[in-house]
C-alpha cells in the first residue's frame, strides 16, 4: 500500500521536482494557488 502525500505548492519550482520523484511511490495530492491544469488526468 502506498502512502497518501499531500504536496502544498504542487506547481511550484520545487513542487513539481518533488512531484515527479514522488509520484510512482505514493498516492499523491497537489495543492496550489496556481493550479497547473496539466495534470489534472487523475482527479477524483
Known amino acids: 500500500m502506498k ?9 511550484g519550482y520545487i ?3 518533488l512531484s515527479e520523484v514522488i509520484e510512482n ?3 499523491l495530492f ?3 494557488k496556481y493550479p497547473d491544469n496539466k495534470k489534472t488526468d ?3
Request: charged residues 30%; glycine residues 14%; hydrophobic residues 35%.
Open 30 to 32: 497537489t495543492i496550489s
Open 3 to 11: 502512502p497518501k502525500v499531500l504536496l502544498a505548492g504542487g506547481t
Open 25 to 27: 511511490d505514493a498516492e
Open 15 to 17: 513542487g513539481k521536482y
Open 42 to 44: 487523475d482527479v477524483e
